[in-house]
């Protein structure tokens, strides 16, 4: 079992439309929750970060995390076109340093 | 530009051939991570250094190895290629040994394809 779980998608929504990029992990000891976008194979940048659970909004996007539930989750509002790329979440451990990706989820945003 | 600096951004080589990545981190980032991205495999963590040890290793192959020297810049070496060691090869860095607090800063990249 992938200790990060992700749907690979594709996800093809138009334009204006709200996203929601989820994933799921088994790793009790992930503390540190990541999403990074990354264009047509591109280096990944980050996007957001998230310390244990709780809620994190920049701008049109915002960061979900329950421990609980082992679930991570991703919001897009107001979608453009120029957020058409893989969404990768990410994790690590509170010990650790090793930053475990999903599969990524492709979406595309049509205008 | 994130800086972190990759070359080559691609590679053409034969089998059994070998090759060497190089990364140069971000300024003042002592941390460098090496990950491999195949089609079918996603990101996989191969190796890290810390201000020149080895930090953490992945599931990196006996032919490859890596190494980060004085001025914190690090190569990858992979030998003995293989078809399957086509893949895009990312170098990460970041200011802490975990980059559990910002995050690691991805460069663009080696392209590397083995015929």
């Known amino acids: 079992q992938k200790e990060v779980e992700q749907d690979p998608g594709p996800l093809s929504v138009p334009e204006g439309a709200i996203v929601s990029l989820n994933c799921t992990y088994s790793?009790?000891?992930?503390?540190?929750f990541m999403w990074y976008r990354q264009y047509s194979r591109k280096g990944p940048e980050l996007l957001m970060y998230?310390?244990?659970?709780g809620n994190k909004e920049d701008g049109r996007f915002t960061a979900q995390v329950d421990k609980s539930s082992k679930y991570i989750s991703l919001f897009i509002r107001d979608s453009q076109p120029s957020d058409s790329a893989t969404y990768l979440c990410a994790s690590i451990e509170t010990s650790g340093s090793r930053l475990t990706f999903g599969e990524g989820t492709q979406l595309t945003v049509n205008p | 530009d994130s800086g972190v600096t990759q070359t080559p951004k691609h590679l053409i080589t034969a089998t059994g051939q070998r090759v060497t990545l190089r990364c140069s981190p971000r300024s003042g980032d002592l941390s460098v991570y090496w990950y491999q991205q195949s089609l079918d495999q996603g990101l996989q963590f191969l190796i890290q250094y810390y201000n020149g040890e080895e930090r953490a290793k992945g599931n990196i192959l006996e032919r490859f190895s890596a190494q980060q020297f004085p001025d914190l810049h690090s190569e990858l070496n992979l030998s003995s290629l293989e078809l399957g060691d086509s893949a895009l090869y990312f170098c990460a860095s970041s200011v802490s040994w975990t980059g559990q607090n910002y995050g690691y800063t991805f460069g663009s990249g080696t392209r590397l394809t083995v015929v």
């Open positions: 998230t310390y244990s659970s």
């Open positions: 790793n009790s000891a992930f503390q540190y």
